[in-house]
T-cell receptor, first 116, second 114 residues
Framework: KAGVTQTPRYLIKTRGQQVTLSCSPI?????VSWYQQTPGQGLQFLFE???????NKGNFPGRFSGRQFSNSRSEMNVSTLELGDSALYLC???????????????FGPGTRLTVL | GENVEQHPSTLSVQEGDSAVIKCTYS??????FPWYKQELGKGPQLIID?????GEKKDQRIAVTLNKTAKHFSLHITETQPEDSAVYFC?????????????FGRGTSLIVHP
């Protein structure tokens, strides 16, 4: 079974631009979560989508947004990029978002975003 | 909000030794505690988890213990091997909107010397 895939793997942008990252979950998984990983702040939860609805949102500014499509694929968008947005952006999928004891969350390899 | 402290930040052991990583959390509403292993260039991988109604869970060389009263949980790896070298993250998660929202520790870099 194919794992979580993220595209692109690497991205370089300049301040003020916007960026869209894509995530394809494991087949059959309906929950997709996004995380930001930086050396300074560590791993932080951005938001979670389930059946095209945002169920939860972390403590990030409105410049960070996302959506989920009917096939469970998800995109996240960051507008008006700042230097501090440079990070590894990770996507993770699970069947239901961890509600059941056997519902494991699987991470993708991440998209490395560099803002110059 | 939730705050998770993880110690140590770096742990160096000889192959065959045991390794212990400890985490404390602040929010008593947290009731799901996963541990992740992250190798260079890869996303985190769940290695073991524990829910708040259980005090200990074991899976081969890996075990996790939870003390809800003291709000701390630990990862134990026995008979370490060089391939165990990686960064390990703990997380404390609470239920929200039908799913779990995690707060992560800062990570422990485990180095296993052959």
């Amino acid at each position: 079974k194919a794992g979580v895939t993220q595209t692109p793997r690497y991205l370089i942008k300049t301040r003020g631009q916007q960026v869209t990252l894509s995530c394809s979950p494991i087949s059959g998984h309906r929950s997709v979560s996004w995380y930001q990983q930086t050396p300074g702040q560590g791993l932080q939860f951005l938001f979670e989508y389930f059946s095209e609805t945002q169920r939860n949102k972390g403590n990030f500014p409105g410049r960070f947004s996302g959506r989920q499509f009917s096939n469970s694929r998800s995109e996240m968008n960051v507008s008006t990029l700042e230097l501090g947005d440079s990070a590894l952006y990770l996507c993770a999928s699970s069947l239901l978002g961890g509600r059941e004891s056997t519902d494991t969350q699987y991470f993708g390899p991440g998209t490395r975003l560099t803002v110059l | 909000g939730e705050n998770v402290e993880q110690h140590p930040s770096t742990l160096s052991v000889q192959e065959g030794d045991s390794a212990v990583i400890k985490c404390t959390y602040s929010d008593s509403a947290s009731n799901y505690f996963p541990w992740y292993k992250q190798e260079l260039g890869k996303g985190p991988q769940l290695i073991i988890d524990i829910r708040s109604n259980v005090g200990e869970k074991k899976d081969q060389r890996i075990a996790v213990t939870l003390n809800k009263t003291a709000k701390h949980f630990s990862l134990h790896i026995t008979e370490t091997q060089p391939e165990d070298s990686a960064v390990y993250f703990c997380a404390a998660s609470r239920r929200s909107g039908g799913s779990y929202i995690p707060t992560f520790g800062r990570g422990t870099s485990l180095i296993v010397h052959p």
